[in-house]
């Protein structure tokens, strides 16, 4: 079908020139471009008739992954070919491909599937581009995207971008972001830079900005603490003015239909990792569409211009620690967190099924990574540095068992019952029916401890063990059960009525009479198995 088209749009061009139309006129009318024109005209029949001859049988360089990339247009109709390109070299780094011939190659599935491209359009205003080091600009995003579950997840995000090379950087969280958190991902943003441009440009966001006062911004008073500690200059668009910051709408549009779009979730680090892998590989890596330059090759130039970064600040308020190239990560299952496609470990017993946070410290001179509880800045351990990818890294003093720690813990709260004994015999019973969980279930009879009367604990415990109910649920539970018998049995039902004055006089048997009231703890009693 394909020789067919073509030698018929090439016999249509020699009838047209026939007819008198000019070049131009016939690349229009047959919807071809001048260049396919010219390709045409230089060929006589017998060497067009090879040439189509030769196209047919020729072997393509994306027919080896004609499969996936034709599933993945079939299931994301509006897949743009760039994102096709970066998808291939994710999955494929050896492979090295133009983005013209990814594009051309997508076109033809499109059209031998009849799979039409959904396309939206948005205008923006040309700003010419400020010197090198003098500006970068700051925006947050937020995508929608599918867990391996199938689930739908929200997930946020705050981008960098200098204006000149257009060299970018991103950070991503599963919650909305704190102004503390912004200030973080500044710290790591000038990290990744090398240093900090002259003016910062920011949309009135209210992490940032209290208001704007006639020209004179108000900002947060932890943002404006942290502006004079770095000495920023600061530049907040007017409202309904994108123009200002195009470059960084460009990148934020750029992030969530390359990088983030139809891409699976799993955990905020592995997220993070290939967001920073996908920067090096597409974000910074390719070819600028308006600069016609990689934005990595022009940052070599440009970050001489950047200021230097004083090395002292720390912006975490976590206790005799040197924060200043400091991120957060997940504590996983195995008790390991992720740094750049490695596993480090950390004490064991530090995960928790309700999710543990730590902060990790880059000391960049002495190559070393430290870790702090989040919450408390309890130092954790510290990892030699280690490159590659899929390493795992131990620290001995991570595998010993904390089982001396659980003990303490159980010892102490069982102190806290009126009847310590009865209490550590009932938590060692927990202890043996939930062993991987047994830190989790303390902390909610604590929890429960500190929320309730001493009394009605002790008597929970009592219920719960002649019942064998051996959980933390359980208890709590129990607790709130004796709760509600105690306020039914203390409170008083009085309830006053009021006569009802009628509008003439009449029988007034009838408004005498009272309908059969059942009270309410009857039906608890009911409910809760019990009979009288």
């Given at each position: ?5 073509k ?29 396919t ?34 599933h ?11 994102q ?109 830079f ?46 309904a ?7 960084i ?25 290939q ?12 070819v ?5 330059k ?12 950047l ?11 976590v ?34 099924s ?55 813990y159980?010892?102490?709260?069982a ?23 047994i ?24 219920k719960?063990?002649?019942l ?65």
């Amino acid at each position: 079908m394909e020789k067919v088209d073509k030698w018929e749009v090439y016999m249509e061009i020699y009838q047209l020139l026939k007819q008198g139309f000019s070049k131009a006129t016939i690349a229009k009318k047959l919807n071809i471009s001048r260049t396919t024109l010219y390709n045409y005209l230089k060929r006589s029949p017998e060497e067009m008739t090879i040439w189509l001859a030769s196209t047919k049988q020729r072997r393509k360089k994306l027919d080896p992954y004609r499969e996936i990339i034709l599933h993945w247009i079939q299931k994301h109709p509006d897949l743009s070919a760039s994102q096709v390109q970066d998808w291939l070299e994710e999955q494929y780094p050896d492979l090295r491909v133009g983005e013209s011939t990814v594009r051309s190659y997508v076109r033809n599935l499109r059209e031998e599937w009849n799979i039409p491209k959904e396309t939206s359009v948005r205008q923006y205003q040309a700003v010419p581009d400020p010197p090198m080091g003098h500006q970068a600009q700051v925006d947050f995003g937020k995508v929608k995207v599918k867990n391996q579950q199938g689930k739908d997840i929200v997930l946020y995000f705050i981008a960098f971008v200098l204006s000149h090379s257009r060299y970018k950087y991103m950070e991503w969280l599963n919650r909305p972001f704190t102004t503390r958190d912004v200030i973080q991902a500044h710290e790591n943003a000038f990290q990744w830079f090398g240093g900090i441009p002259n003016e910062l440009v920011y949309d009135q966001d209210n992490l940032i900005v209290v208001s704007e006062n006639a020209g004179d911004l108000i900002l947060t008073a932890e943002f404006e603490a942290y502006r004079r500690q770095r000495n920023l200059t600061l530049h907040v668009c007017r409202k309904a003015d994108p123009e200002s910051k195009g470059k960084i709408e460009n990148v934020v549009g750029f992030i969530k239909h390359n990088f983030a779009k139809h891409r699976i979730f799993t955990t905020i680090d592995a997220w993070n990792e290939q967001g920073w892998n996908w920067l090096r590989r597409t974000g910074n890596g390719r070819v600028h569409n308006t600069t016609k330059k990689r934005p990595a090759d022009v940052f070599e130039l440009e970050k001489a211009h950047l200021r230097p970064i004083s090395p002292s600040l720390d912006v975490t308020g976590v206790p005799k620690t040197n924060l200043t190239n400091s991120i957060t990560r997940t504590v996983r299952k195995d008790n390991t967190i992720l740094y750049k496609s490695n596993r480090y470990t950390v004490p064991c017993g530090t995960y928790t099924s309700f999710g543990k946070t730590v902060q990790i410290v880059i000391q960049e001179a002495e190559q070393e990574l430290l870790i702090y509880d989040l919450e408390t800045g309890e130092y954790l351990g510290k990892h030699p540095i280690t490159h590659g990818k899929g390493k795992l890294i131990q620290n001995r003093n991570h595998l010993r068992d904390r089982a001396k720690g659980i003990d303490v813990y159980l010892e102490r709260i069982a102190h806290e019952f009126e009847n310590p004994d009865a209490a550590k015999e009932y938590l060692e019973r927990i202890r043996k029916n939930y062993p991987r969980y047994i830190r989790d279930q303390l902390q909610l009879i604590q929890k429960q401890l500190a929320q309730s009367p001493l009394s009605l604990c002790s008597q929970a415990l009592q219920k719960c063990m002649e019942l064998q109910l051996y959980s933390a649920s359980a208890f709590t539970d129990m607790v709130g059960y004796l709760q509600r018998q105690h306020r039914w049995n203390t409170s008083d039902k009085v309830v006053s009525v009021n006569r009802i004055q009628p509008l003439r006089e009449g029988n007034l048997s009838v408004l005498e009479a009272q309908p059969a009231v059942r009270s309410i703890e009857e039906y608890i009693e009911i409910l809760e198995g019990r009979t009288k």
